[in-house]
């Protein structure tokens, strides 16, 4: 089974820290995204990456930053942590080209606080 | 841009009682349609997914969807609930975004709960 691995499910900041959330998958897969789910709001993109050193700006990306230096492994970055951005991040990853229809594979998700 | 509607938030039913979870989506294109589903605790997970052929498409825990293009929609349906199948369901469309890329666009979710 293809594994998506977010290294922190909990995570307490305080505002205006900087906070990394990681994401590792195992079946080499092209594509990697990252969203943030907020109740009544669904599943919104952050950023998504279809290859390394690549990144493109999803529907919400205002406030984060990504980081894709190895295939397996796409980070997001709050440079300045804030209240409003205390939700659940879920990390996914899908196989093929980026222009095709790909099922999305997702992590557990990371709990993000912000104080 | 494409978006995606789920009219209902929150769904209780009796178990044996039947499903049907509305989705509608607004692009005029082609599209490829999911439904994901979030159990207590667990990974959001594929629930069925439609790309083309057959409009009716069955997918795992015996739900079904139906695609109708002339009505942009792509309801869920189960003949009979189980208590297991608390969860929140989610729609997803997947349509062409800028720079020829896929992108994935979810509806808000519904959380069903069933009671036994």
């Known amino acids: 089974d293809v594994k998506v691995t977010q290294s922190s499910r909990y995570l307490v900041k305080r505002t205006g820290e900087k906070v990394f959330l990681e994401c590792v998958q195992d079946?080499?897969?092209?594509?990697m995204f990252w969203y943030r789910q907020d109740p009544g709001l669904g599943l919104r993109l952050i950023y998504f990456?279809?290859?390394?050193?690549?990144?493109e700006k999803g529907d919400i990306p205002e406030g984060y930053s990504v980081s894709r230096e190895k295939k397996e492994r796409f980070s997001l970055i709050l440079e300045s942590a804030s209240t409003n951005q205390t939700s659940m991040y879920l990390c996914?990853?899908?196989?093929?080209?980026?222009?095709?229809?790909?099922?999305?594979?997702f992590g557990a998700g990371s709990r993000l606080t912000v104080l | 841009a494409q978006s995606v509607s789920q009219h209902n938030h929150h769904v209780i039913l009796s178990e044996a009682a039947s499903l049907e979870l509305g989705c509608n989506y607004s692009?005029?294109?082609?599209?490829?349609l999911f439904w994901y589903v979030q159990y207590p605790g667990q990974h959001l997970q594929l629930l069925l997914k439609?790309?083309?052929?057959?409009?009716l498409v069955k997918g795992i825990k015996g739900f079904e969807a139906e695609f109708i293009k002339s009505k942009f929609s792509f309801n869920l349906r189960k003949p009979s609930v189980q208590w297991s199948d608390t969860a929140e369901y989610f729609c997803a469309v997947n349509a062409p975004g800028s720079g020829g890329y896929q992108k994935v666009t979810f509806g808000t979710g519904t959380k069903l709960q069933v009671i036994p």
């Open positions: 996914a990853s899908t196989k093929g080209p980026p222009s095709g229809a790909n099922v999305l594979t």
């Open positions: 692009y005029g294109g082609t599209v490829n």
């Open positions: 990456s279809y290859d390394v050193k690549m990144k």
């Open positions: 079946m080499d897969h092209e594509n």
């Open positions: 439609y790309f083309s052929g057959d409009p």
